[in-house]
């Protein structure tokens, strides 16, 4: 076959290395006997692999538009290895999709990092400094992050002259087929260190505890991530760092339960008082925050007056406006009082003496019970209205 190899491919004879390469591509996903099992196509599959290997190495390609015969024989001959890396883009766009050929590089970004940090309720609320104490790789000092000793440098590896990648061939029906793998010698770098930093062991990046100082913002709850950029791991080589997460885990309060941005609380008082009405100092979550550095002179206020009516009932609820936790976004969330109203359960005889005349008083002596339905909640009444379909 003197079929010329431009004609071949389907390009000018002084298109550029892109051009030839989108080419066979496009011609390989076509071609291929996987995609078509016609002889024919296999055959033209065969001529135009050997033609890309030509045309894409700089070399043959010389030496073809000289007249020379880059292949030393025929199409599909021994000399017409082809390599099965420019298959595989052909198929699933590997340079394409950005990936790279060629030796990796030492120096890469850090891993990011992730720590816990227990707060109480009140400062997740209003928020918080801490110092942390942490565990990460920070870049060497003696070779400031190149893995060489002083004084020395990395040599290019003398197995894939600095490629980074070395040459597989077998065998096919098409053919040699010559596969590219990571070079063992280098690991893929192209480069060598043989004096490598007694300190890093080469790695360019040594473990050391530091400490950082976290601002917590107003309003965070369990699981909200604080990122500090660059505070993470230092990269393989001295690399850039990644970026460390604090992730927050807000302890359990002793008299308020957080739901969203309000804070719910119960306050119990004994039936005279619900019946007669009273008013009670309950503290603020602001109370908690009295005795830190500085919070004394704050002017926060600690608690606040709540007024409970005459007659109120066991489960009551009051709102407290804007006594809850800060938003993130701003805003203040509520405060949501429950009162439990407390029967006596032993009395003495004159106490019982007064409970009797007031039943009395009140005609209720023998009282006839008022026997009321069962409040269901809202997930109660959806369960109903599914079991009646």
Do not use: W
Request: glycine share 14%.
């Amino acid at each position: 076959m003197n079929q010329d190899l431009y004609d071949l491919l389907g390009v000018a004879r002084d298109a550029d290395a892109d051009a030839i390469k989108k080419a066979y591509r496009r011609l390989a996903r076509q071609l291929h006997p996987d995609v078509n099992p016609d002889p024919t196509a296999q055959e033209q599959f065969k001529q135009v692999t050997a033609a890309y290997e030509v045309l894409s190495d700089p070399q043959k390609r010389a030496a073809y538009d000289r007249g020379g015969d880059p292949f030393g024989g025929g199409f599909g001959g021994q000399g017409a290895g082809f390599s099965f890396t420019d298959i595989m883009d052909a198929f699933f766009g590997g340079a394409a999709g950005g990936a790279t050929r060629g030796p990796r590089q030492r120096t890469r970004r850090g891993q990011d990092a992730l720590i816990r940090l227990e707060v109480d309720l009140a400062e997740a609320a209003f928020g918080v400094s801490r110092e942390l104490k942490v565990d990460t790789a920070i870049r060497c000092t003696t070779c400031g992050g190149a893995g060489a000793a002083p004084g020395s440098q990395p040599v290019t590896c003398e197995t894939c002259h600095g490629q980074g990648e070395v040459a597989h061939v077998q065998r096919s029906f098409l053919g040699e087929i010559r596969t590219l793998r990571p070079c063992p010698a280098c690991r893929g770098f192209g480069s060598v260190i043989p004096d490598p930093c007694r300190e890093c062991a080469g790695d360019g990046r040594v473990r050391s505890r530091r400490t950082l100082t976290v601002k917590i913002p107003a309003g965070v709850d369990t699981g909200t991530r604080v990122q500090l950029s660059e505070q993470g791991e230092v990269g393989p080589g001295g690399g850039p760092p990644g970026d460390l997460y604090v992730e927050i885990l807000v302890a359990q309060h002793p008299t308020f339960t957080r739901h969203g941005n309000d804070l719910h609380c119960t306050v119990v008082v004994p039936m005279t008082a619900a019946a007669l009405g009273t008013v009670l100092t309950l503290p603020t979550l602001e109370a908690d925050l009295v005795g830190a550095e500085g919070a004394g002179d704050s002017g926060l206020q600690t608690d606040f007056q709540l007024e409970v009516e005459p007659g109120t009932q066991s489960g009551s609820e009051t709102v407290v406006r804007g006594q809850g936790v800060p938003g993130l976004r701003g805003g203040r969330g509520d405060l949501i009082v429950t009162v439990h109203v407390e029967t006596p359960t032993r009395l003495d005889p004159r106490q019982e003496e007064l409970l009797r005349e007031l039943a009395a008083v009140r005609g209720e002596e023998q009282p006839s019970g008022n026997v009321r339905p069962t409040q269901r909640s809202v997930f109660g009444r959806l369960r109903d209205a599914f079991n009646q379909h």
